[in-house]
Nanobody
């Protein structure tokens, strides 16, 4: 069973930066599409960023130019660098590993990001 563990969530002021990390318990990063999602209270879960098994990246419109997803296939980690944070970025951020053929996926437990002055 693959386990994903997110870390790095915190309280930060608007305009600040945070770096989230997702650590996998097995060799999954290089063979899966890795996604960061977020869910704010009362809202649907939103796909924030993706790095595919081939290394291609994609971002949600609300975070383009501010967030950067990266991976380390030797450490089996996926990071989300978040800059110029806004109050509307406040949410629980989840890491997902998805089989490129969409046959299975794995989720982490989430990490809280709060952007507030």
């Amino acid at each position: 069973q693959v386990k994903l563990v997110e870390s790095g969530g915190d309280l930060v002021q608007p305009g600040g930066s945070l770096r989230l990390s997702c650590a996998a318990s097995a060799t999954v990063v290089r063979f899966h599409d890795m996604n960061w999602h977020r869910q704010a209270p009362g809202k649907q879960r939103e796909l924030v960023a993706t790095i595919t098994a081939s290394g291609a990246t994609n971002y949600g419109d609300s975070v383009k130019g501010r967030f950067t997803i990266s991976r380390d296939t030797t450490q089996d980690t996926v990071d989300l660098q978040m800059n110029s944070l806004r109050p509307e970025d406040t949410a629980v951020y989840y890491c997902e590993a998805r089989d490129p053929m969409k046959r299975w996926n794995y989720w982490g437990q989430g990490t809280q990001v709060t952007v507030s002055s």
